[in-house]
């Protein structure tokens, strides 16, 4: 059992989120779906709570209610191997009602803040020249969505 588990707060729709984010990503699958008894404090049978596996590591997802909304301080991070893969995530998560936040950043139809990064966009953020990697760091901070091909010409001077 993994120790540290993330869990995503939901009004009703901690099914249907956990359902779509297993869509995305290989090796991801709900494990357990358990709903509200008799006893309370939500509807019986309304799901509770959804246990599932994105991509091996072990999520919650709990319908609570909806007095609690998310903010991208605190975000799931994915770290994409390849512009493809940040291309299709993006796509996907802004899909009917997501919105584009900066710098990778998103939040999906739930609410639910992600931050979409490319591997080689942090190997550009840390690379040996001092003066690319500033040159970087600004390409990226006029972005929504992670371009590692500006990136790239931003860190060897082709831009900015």
Not at 32 to 58: D, I
Request: proline letters at 4%; aromatic letters at 12%.
């Amino acid at each position: 059992m993994q120790k540290i588990v993330t869990n995503l707060w939901f009004d009703t729709q901690a099914e249907e989120a956990a359902q779509f984010y297993c869509s995305l990503f290989e090796d991801s699958k709900i494990t357990e779906v358990v709903p509200y008894s008799e006893a309370g404090p939500r509807e019986a049978g309304l799901t509770m709570l959804v246990e599932f596996e994105l991509n091996g590591q072990h999520f919650t997802a709990i319908n609570g209610g909806g007095d609690y909304h998310y903010t991208h301080a605190m975000s799931l991070l994915v770290n994409c191997d390849d512009q493809e893969e940040v291309d299709r995530l993006w796509a996907a998560l802004l899909a009917d009602g997501g919105q584009e936040i900066e710098c990778g950043w998103l939040t999906d139809k739930f609410g639910v803040p992600w931050q979409i990064f490319p591997l080689e966009a942090g190997e550009l953020l840390t690379g040996p020249d001092p003066e690319g990697r500033v040159r970087a760091s600004r390409a990226m901070y006029g972005m929504k969505k992670i371009d590692v091909q500006a990136m790239r010409d931003a860190y060897a001077g082709k831009t900015f």
